[in-house]
DNA sequence: TATGAATGAGGTTTCATTCAT
DNA sequence: GATGAATGAAACCTCATTCAT
């Protein structure tokens, strides 16, 4: 009659909490679907109940990954406040979430071997990142109406910027011992301040 | 002497050239040692007698990444000239070596994957990216001496600048639409003339 | 008094039906259970209330082929008329039946394959040929009663018209360009004529 | 210096033989890769060696047999002697095939079933039973050429002849008691007997 | 009775590594 | 030293069957 039901959204899910843990843990190349299931407390056959296949596990953390990543950026830009200090939060808020959660982030080096070569893989990182000059370069400009930034700032510095906070990200990430939160002042002072038109 | 000592050192330099192209190329976890022996132009079992494993390959990728990285911020640091230039001229020279040769540079993505457990692998990137702050706190330093910077700038700075270094290359690599040369001068206006005391 | 029994034996001719369909599409190696349920309308469980195994539906369909295979043979022994005329008939309703509809008749590969070793299956399609050469056998000792039949008539003549029958099926099965019941006449030219006491 | 040296084609056609041994016994559908091997006497990986995968096997195995069938059919077209005695011996030498090694001629049903869709498979038992008609076909042209034929025999009639060919095959194939040899003479008669003109 | 989620044994295929020549 | 055939341990994925609801 009432037959065993379940959210399969929801499983979806647990299951990609699951995938995304041992991801960071050992690395995607090093994952058996046997270790996710473990993880998620269930047997190997039963993953596939609810994705297709392992690279459908990492082409599903990527797009968590892509829309946590969007969902900063956006905020950043469309948040009240001047520009500037809505990009200070910004670096803030990128390194607070590798700080709270160091092992989501570990995926990002999979997420790179896999978004290799662009044409063949769903796990595109190039439009990730494209995203996110996207939305550097146009806070630099509200920034720019504000009238707060000094001449000459183009697209290629918002280039710069997240390159700043990923290349930050990266440190911390290969190196435990940097504390990633404290990196935001610094970033702040050199991607920011250096742009800042000079107080007269 | 030994008559054939050059020819060991010469045959596992072709080796690993061989394996840097294809790493590079499919990426490590992709890259069969069918594929290395075919670039190398050897059979198979011929690449046994000079790497014990392919993992050991990736190792000697990574010294021979170490060495180029090492030898490169070295020159910065030991160079002649004022401090800030040098450091202009190493922002230049890192994505220079990008622009001439993208695909060895791919290897990158690998070696951060492979240093992802910092006690069990050889390959450890962050002792690379600690050098290269190292290195660029030195010449924060004597451009201090110079007395060519504005006060306040501490070590996490040098994080900042590689970081934007290495932030700027990850985009590269993941979008080949991004020209590396032209994000040099960007680079060094964001990180260096934001740290450089204002002229009187 | 078993309020459900009709419709117990109503299911499993239902399901029968389905699997035999699919069988027939896509062979019994390829179909899946849940092929079969989807056929049916029923979730894949419910298959299990009514056969116990995958097998066991390729068993039923094999019952219902000897049943039908039987009827067409016993008609033609026990019917009216000559007996030769009888086996014409025979012929004739043999192909017909393959070409009203081509996708049942398509598991007797999947029979033959299952009956590969006579002792352990159940499917057993020896019997099968075995009571048709019979029932041939018969036919011609009828007609040899007749006086119709020339002299020397055995029963290795009643395998080489079951083969007759058999093999004609099978060119058509698998060349679906063969017309089947364009053969019926030559093979009754053939394999009858050939017995029949010449006019004198 | 002199490295291990196979030859490949000889040991692709031990593996066949192997291959074919299995698929005999047990069924394409019930062998495993495991099987073959151990039947040529290697281990599991080796047979990838020479044959991409299970199904490049079940293929190979087609090719020997329609190769085998098609020179038995040539022969008998191309031979010498008048048409009809052609035509019987063609007809012992299948049978005598099947006698002698009843183990080979079992993957027939195999190959039937893979041929089911004839479209997708490279196994095409329709081309090789059509190659069987235009023989039986040719050969019937040129007992008709000898004047040794009786009026208004078809092509439909080799489909016939072919059909009982096969038929008594299938019949001794899947019932171990029907001795093959002993239906030759009779299917002689039927078929040939049947279609040859009434001696004056 | 009906369901369909869960299971896990089992099969194919890959490929790093070995080793006989 | 060099070769490349052979190995066999994994790992992915499938799917018949079970069983809680």
Redesign the pocket.
């Known amino acids: 009659?009432?037959?065993?039901?379940?959210d399969?959204a929801a499983?979806r899910k647990e299951i990609l909490t699951a995938a995304v843990k041992v991801f960071a843990r050992k690395g995607f190349a090093?994952?058996?679907?046997?270790d996710i299931?473990a993880e998620a407390?269930?047997?190997?056959?039963?993953?596939?109940?609810?994705y297709?296949?392992?690279?459908a596990l990492l082409e599903a953390a990527f797009e968590a990954y892509r829309a946590m990543s969007a969902d900063i950026f956006d905020r950043a830009v469309n948040g009240p406040g001047p520009a500037l200090e809505r990009l200070a939060g910004l670096v803030h808020a990128v390194l607070d979430v590798l700080a709270a959660r160091r092992e989501p982030a570990r995926i990002m080096v999979d997420l790179w071997a896999a978004s290799r070569d662009a044409e063949k893989s769903p796990v595109d990182m190039a439009a990730v990142y494209g995203d996110s000059r996207a939305a550097i370069a146009e806070l630099l400009r509200q920034a720019d109406k504000e009238g707060v930034l000094r001449a000459g700032v183009s697209e290629h510095h918002a280039a710069v910027i997240v390159g700043a906070l990923e290349g930050c990200l990266l440190q911390c990430l290969v190196d435990p011992g940097l504390p990633a939160t404290e990196l935001a002042e610094p970033i702040i002072q050199v991607c920011l301040e250096g742009l800042r038109r000079p107080a007269a």
């Open positions: 009659m009432s037959p065993r039901k379940v399969k499983r090093a994952t058996r679907i046997d299931a407390g269930m047997a190997k056959g039963s993953v596939y109940l609810y297709d296949s392992r690279d």
